[in-house]
């Protein structure tokens, strides 16, 4: 409270006191004192004011004093509020009325102008154009991506005894583990022979009854709607003599009635839905029966608009005994078939100099859309039977990343090995807890068949794995390293070791290679962790190793 406002209570104090004590006589005189003082302190309020106020050479007015005709109280500092007060004859400015636009709108001057920004709003706009239109032609086009089917997206699966491969011992069991065969990234299942055929008994062939040990139409009818379900089609082993010993196709004299029977056979299981037919020892119907053999062909590989599109092209799967690439290539072009499964990895010991020719023959003398890789089947043997143990995932990796189609037999996944037949029982003891030493083969197990699936599903997503470029780098009596380029897709460096003792240094010195690059996936994470950055100049590699190498895009 300032000096004047205590003066101001003080008088208004005495003012009552004085009331009271003289009556009406004396309140009369109190009121003229308050209008006196009161006359003094706003006067004195004034000058204080005016005291504040910074000197100016405008006759002592400061620079940012309102104008003419407003009054201003301004408080001190101490939560007080600053009052404006509007002369009531203050004007604002509401701008041009419609007739005032439209009266300069028309003027010489903004019609210029108008004609102006509108020209050089097209010309900016029309230059915009013109760049995206260079460099559009001016980047470099994708590649055209080439004509595949289904059986080029992902591995084939074979299940050549129903009774080994499941539980319940049928067609039914093979329904209820369609997921577990879903995680694999399968694409396709090869199941059979089921069909009726006593050993060596051509009389007795019956195409087209499924064999009562491993179940029924209904339940087959299941299998392929579960698997379509899951995207996986499934191709009928229709080998005619599977279960004798004079050959697939009987003795030669039979060749033609066989044949003949097949034909209405094919009918049948494709009007039930298959999506594909198997046959073993196609050389020889080719070479015996020639024009039969174009009919098989035409009913299978005939296109189908009842199926979707994805699905609407049926495979035929060849199988031959012949491990001589220049003889596998030589059936691929005589027989026509669209796969052809032989021995050409299977031969001798692992020899990767041999591996190399093979596969560039191969892969310079057909589209590897005809190609397919396996190591073994219902006849040889399971993976983990055919090749050293330590080389498993060495061997998944190898037919996971060649150009063309991976099979696999069933199993193969976990390193299922061969016992006292070729059809082993499969193993799901994956899905259970285990203790002791069975725990320690289900460790093991679980880790092939989780290397499997961790291939599988790069090789889904990465078009250079799926039908990339195929480019041989290096190779050697115990060592391998090839390239898959797709594009301007990322580039896939593939590198295996079949060596049994020390390390290996892959010179991998190339003009289309960085100097580093990140390991995709390894089978030995110790020694090759994902995501860790390798010198691809000096690529060091132990003793049955194997690596997937990312290397990034070329622009």
């Known amino acids: 409270m300032n000096t004047e406002e205590t003066r101001l209570e003080m008088k208004d104090a ?5 009331e009271q004590k003289d009556g009406p006589d004396a309140a009369q005189a109190a009121v003229d004192a308050d209008a006196t003082e009161a006359d003094v302190s706003e006067a004195d309020l004034d000058q204080e004011e005016q005291e504040k106020q910074p ?12 104008p003419e005709g407003r009054e201003e109280v301004e408080a001190e500092k101490n939560g007080s509020v ?5 002369d009531e004859a203050e004007e604002t400015f509401i701008g041009l009325n419609k007739e005032e636009l439209l009266r300069v709108a028309g003027t010489p001057g903004w019609v210029r102008t108008r004609w102006a920004l509108l020209l050089v709003f097209w010309l900016g706009w029309l230059g915009m154009l013109g760049g995206a239109v260079l460099i559009l032609l001016q980047a470099p086009g994708c590649r055209e991506l080439p ?15 129903i009774q080994a491969f499941t539980d319940k011992h049928n067609l039914k069991g093979l329904e209820q583990k369609m997921n577990s065969l879903s995680e694999l990234k399968v694409k396709g299942l090869v199941v059979g022979p089921i069909h009726v055929a006593p050993p060596d008994e051509a009389v007795n062939l019956r195409f087209e009854e499924i064999s009562p040990d491993a179940g029924n139409l209904e339940q087959f009818k299941g299998v392929i709607q579960a698997a379509h379900r899951k995207g996986i089609s499934v191709v009928l082993d229709l080998t005619p003599n599977y279960r004798g010993l004079s050959g697939p196709w009987f003795s030669g004299n039979s060749i033609t009635s066989v044949a003949e029977r097949l034909k209405s056979a094919l009918v049948f299981w494709l009007n039930e839905g298959v999506d594909g037919v198997q046959l073993s020892g196609v050389e020889l119907l080719a070479n ?6 174009a009919d098989i062909r035409a009913i299978i590989q005939n296109e189908t608009d009842s199926e979707p599109k994805s699905r609407s092209k049926r495979v035929l799967l060849g199988i031959t005994r012949h491990s001589s690439a220049e003889d596998v290539s030589a059936l691929l072009t005589s027989t026509g078939v669209d796969l052809l499964m032989s021995n050409v990895l299977t031969s001798g010991d692992p020899d990767p100099s041999q591996y190399a020719k093979t596969i560039q023959l191969l892969y310079s003398n057909h589209s590897q859309t005809k190609l397919a890789w396996n190591l073994g089947d219902r006849v040889a043997g399971h993976l983990a039977s055919l090749v050293d143990q330590a080389h498993i995932q060495l061997y998944q990796l190898l037919l996971l990343t060649l150009p063309g189609t991976p099979v696999f037999n069933y199993g193969d996944e976990i390193g299922l090995m061969d016992g006292d037949s070729k059809f082993p029982k499969m193993l799901w003891d994956f899905e259970e807890e285990l203790n002791g030493t069975l725990q320690e083969e289900q460790a093991e197990r679980l880790s092939f068949r989780k290397f499997f699936c961790s291939v599988t599903e790069l090789r889904a997503k990465q078009r250079s794995l799926r039908y990339g470029d195929f480019l041989l780098l290096s190779n050697s009596s115990s060592s391998l390293v090839y390239l898959r380029v797709w594009d301007q897709n990322d580039r ?3 590198a295996f070791n079949w060596g049994a003792e020390g390390e290996v240094v892959l010179q991998t010195n190339h003009a289309a290679l960085p100097r580093h690059a990140a390991v995709a996936l390894s089978t030995n994470s110790s020694a090759l962790p994902q995501g860790s950055s390798v010198d691809l100049i000096n690529l060091w590699l132990g003793p049955g190793q194997a690596a997937l190498i990312k290397l990034p895009q070329t622009g």
């Not at 005495?14 to 004085?18: F, N, W």
């Not at 015996?288 to 053999?293: E, F, N, V």
Request: glycine share 10%; aromatic share 10%.
């Open 14 to 18: 005495g003012s009552i006191s004085a």
């Open 288 to 293: 015996m029966a020639p024009s039969l053999w």
């Open 492 to 494: 896939y460096l593939a």
């Open 82 to 86: 600053k009052l404006k007060i509007l």
């Open 147 to 161: 004509a595949t089917s289904w059986w080029n997206e992902g591995p084939l699966y074979q299940i050549g005894n």
């Open 55 to 66: 000197m100016t050479s405008d006759g002592g007015r400061p620079a940012d004093a309102p």
